[in-house]
């Protein structure tokens, strides 16, 4: 097998791209891991996980270099800093092509993530991890009993308030319009609640605080006047974009989000190719359900590379 | 609230349903696990797992108490040696009745795992963990290089030989039969592998060993002749059986093997109740994928019972 070619390529070094590593390389597929960055993916700027099952607490670049650990120690290759440029992934063999050279493989698992939009204000960056999240599901247990503060207006938002609802005292919706543009019953059911706050036509302006995030300033647009809100995290809801493009340029399938279309197998609708984590349109982004999909994926990878009788 | 009433009541407490157990106690709901042996499930007996990421290698059991540990401390409750009946599954409110008493709530996760058939010779349970297996995948890789046996004559038998043809220096199936009963692609290429072997009409008698399985002995049934063979390990691939009776029972829908058919948002055919891990037709039974069926079966009973019309 000359130095270009492999058995499994994966596309993405995260939690998913990272279990798919572990179970290619020790079902004896030669596996490369192309990661543009560092690996580890979302889950290594996670200040604290405390739901990855069989970790009570752990900072989320402990968790991420331990699950490279094991994936190199399982055999796989993994090259970081290494961007992947185009795919071409039709017929029997495909062709990666990144930044420093071109790889032939059978099959691809796509694993590149996604990323949440920020809203770009002073603060945000800097308090990342630190009272700004961009998942309430992730981080909204840490917060249990504070006032907490989501910054946003579409179904995202709403049903982030809605969960954090149940755990925060208080929870106040910023949002730059007049109207929310989520279902109609879901904006109901939030405003309905006892210890949830809608505050329209407003902008949060800075993100301030010493060591955690303690206030924020907000714009009134309507009034024109700045006001200072005292809250303990600011959950950024303005939108998940799936890292997608490269796989929409190969003629892989996605939904109206752009996030990839998989089936239960993990596959695509190209053969040999599968998709995994928070890029595909499975409805739940957490580090377990990436694992889940990123082992599926590499254990279907090889039933098609070793049995292509095995699914009919 | 009535002490028997729950938010969420998960039956069995393996990795899916500890998964579950901590998602659905995070996001506020008041969570019951009820488990007919001790928590852990199919995990606690694995003497060492090297492929759940995050572990580079750990004990079954020590990984199945971390995930315990955690599920309790996130708040949801486990009653062990507590053994479902019966389960009322229709309607809004479900009931669950087990040999200590009766719960009612509005959403339930079967998480009833599945046992491996064994093929009933001495020496079998004794080894188990210690050169006796029922997972190529999972344990395959300890074998690398060495002589290992496949029981069985059906496709996941096949299967299996073929998996760990790749691993291992020799892989030699024993079947009853003269004939496999997998399909006809699979078996001529798995008999084409030059490091494998088949034994027709030849059952297995007993598995020894010392500390670890050495050797097996079988009966060469046409010749009425017994035999030893050297080998490190035993895969039996007897059968895979759901823990679905109850499930059946209670009108929930199975696939021809028995499996809990789920959706990718783990629903059963009975609105609020939902099926996660080893007991679903889901095609990967592994720790990390059951975790992650059991995460996304938590979020989605939230959503249900929080905001009806959040799925369409």
């Known amino acids: 097998?000359?130095?270009?070619?492999?058995?499994?390529?994966i596309v993405g070094a995260g939690a998913a791209g990272l279990a798919a590593g572990i179970y290619g390389a020790r079902s004896g597929l030669k596996t490369l891991l192309l990661e543009e960055k560092i690996s580890?993916?979302?889950?290594?700027e996670a200040p604290l996980i405390e739901n990855y099952p069989g970790f009570l607490s752990i900072r989320g670049s402990e968790l991420a270099d331990k699950m490279g650990e094991q994936c190199r120690k399982s055999g796989a290759i993994i090259h970081e800093l290494e961007a992947v440029e185009s795919l071409q992934l039709n017929g029997p063999r495909k062709t990666v092509t990144t930044n420093a050279g071109s790889y032939e493989t059978p099959a691809v698992i796509l694993a590149t993530g996604?990323?949440?939009?920020?809203?770009?204000?002073?603060?945000?960056?800097?308090?990342?991890?630190?009272?700004?999240?961009?998942?309430?599901?992730?981080?909204?247990?840490?917060?249990?009993?504070k006032h907490v503060l989501v910054v946003g207006g579409g179904n995202s938002a709403l049903?982030?308030?809605l969960y954090l609802s149940g755990l925060?005292?208080?929870?106040?919706?910023?949002?730059?319009?007049?109207?929310f543009r989520a279902e109609e019953a879901l904006v109901k059911d939030v405003i309905s609640r006892k210890n949830v706050k809608a505050l329209y036509a407003t902008e949060v302006k800075e993100i301030m605080g010493e060591k955690f995030v303690s206030k924020v300033k907000v714009l009134e647009t309507n009034k024109g006047q700045h006001k200072e809100i005292n809250v303990s995290a600011v959950f950024v809801q303005a939108g998940e974009i799936p890292n997608s493009q490269l796989a929409v340029d190969s003629g892989v399938e996605t939904d109206d989000c752009k996030c990839i279309k998989t089936d239960v197998y993990q596959?695509?609708?190209?053969p040999g190719v599968y998709a995994a984590g928070d890029v595909t349109n499975h409805p739940v982004k957490q580090v377990g359900t990436a694992v889940g999909q990123g082992i599926t994926a590499a254990l279907e990878a090889y039933a098609y590379i070793k049995q292509p009788y095995y699914r009919k």
């Not at 990323?115 to 917060?143: A, H, K, M, Q, T």
């Not at 925060?168 to 007049?178: G, L, T």
């Not at 596959?267 to 190209?270: D, F, G, K, P, S």
């Open 1 to 9: 097998m000359a130095a270009g070619q492999w058995d499994l390529i």
């Open 40 to 44: 580890g993916g979302t889950a290594y």
């Open 114 to 145: 996604s990323y949440y939009r920020e809203i770009s204000v002073p603060g945000e960056r800097e308090f990342r991890g630190r009272g700004v999240s961009y998942c309430g599901v992730c981080d909204g247990p840490l917060f249990k009993g």
């Open 159 to 161: 049903t982030t308030a």
């Open 168 to 179: 925060a005292a208080e929870v106040s919706i910023v949002h730059r319009k007049d109207k």
């Open 267 to 270: 596959r695509t609708n190209l």
